[in-house]
Nanobody, 119 residues
């Protein structure tokens, strides 16, 4: 599975951005898609995830109420709507896909997109 992110950029605090991630390849094998982020000098952390059917959504406490993850299975695309952005949201955001292929679990990540929030 290959993942390509788009939509990052520079925004002022309180602003909004929408990230998109398009999956290609063996997309039928994907179970969960989501977003991780990594700020300079910090460990990579989960931001949000959503299952194929959209029945299960998970958010990091730091983004609850501000970020919304959604998924368009017909387009094999996942979105992250980020509102009320804060400087501490500055990070490289990575799209992630988890699934099973020929009985084995796998995780794939995109190349990352930079999000910078100025104060």
């Amino acid at each position: 599975v290959q993942l390509v992110e788009s939509g990052g950029g520079l925004v002022q605090a309180g602003g909004s951005l929408r990230l998109s991630c398009a999956a290609s390849g063996s997309t039928f094998s994907i179970n969960t898609m989501g977003w991780d982020r990594q700020a300079p000098g910090k460990q990579r952390e989960l931001v949000a995830s959503i299952t194929t059917g959209g029945g299960s959504v998970n958010y990091a406490d730091a983004v609850k109420g501000r970020f919304t993850i959604s998924r368009d299975n017909a387009k094999n695309t996942v979105y992250l709507q980020m509102n009320s952005l804060k400087p501490e949201d500055t990070a490289v955001y990575y799209c992630k896909a988890d699934g099973y292929y020929i009985g084995s679990h796998y995780s794939s990540w995109g190349q990352g997109t930079q999000v910078t929030v100025s104060s």
